[in-house]
């Protein structure tokens, strides 16, 4: 079983605008939480979005606000990250992660430690 975050990663000008794909193989997307984090060369991997199990509340981090738009069609067993007018200091590895249980979704933001699955990250440059 794996979260797959492969799809929609790549490279785009300034301002412009990506769709990210994390599809789950081997558990139902639907019984987790779902976050986006992302990772810069020499960075800490640092939160961006997360969503609750059916979708009805989602945190974004201040970097995040108002640009990105996490969603899920459980259905589809996929959450995506819609990123929009996009910055070069957005160039990161993203990778999304699923965890079965969260009290408070928000904390998912800074606490990412014992994930129960990870993607295996897709690269987002963005140009200047």
């Known amino acids: 079983a794996r979260c797959s975050c492969r799809v929609g990663g790549g490279l785009v000008p300034s301002g412009g605008s990506l769709r990210l794909s994390c599809a789950a193989s081997g558990f139902t997307l639907a019984d987790y939480v779902i976050a986006w984090y992302r990772q810069a060369p020499g960075k800490e991997r640092e939160g961006v979005s997360c969503i609750s199990k059916i979708g009805d509340s989602a945190y974004y981090a201040e970097s995040a606000k108002g640009r990105f738009v996490i969603s899920r069609d459980n259905a589809k067993n996929t959450v995506y990250l819609q990123m929009n007018s996009l910055k070069p200091e957005d160039t990161a590895v993203y990778y999304c992660?699923?965890?079965?249980?969260?009290?408070?979704?928000?904390?998912?933001?800074?606490?990412?430690?014992?994930?129960?699955?990870w993607g295996e990250g897709t690269q987002v440059t963005v140009s200047s």
């Open positions: 992660a699923a965890e079965l249980y969260r009290e408070s979704l928000s904390t998912l933001l800074t606490d990412y430690y014992g994930l129960d699955y």
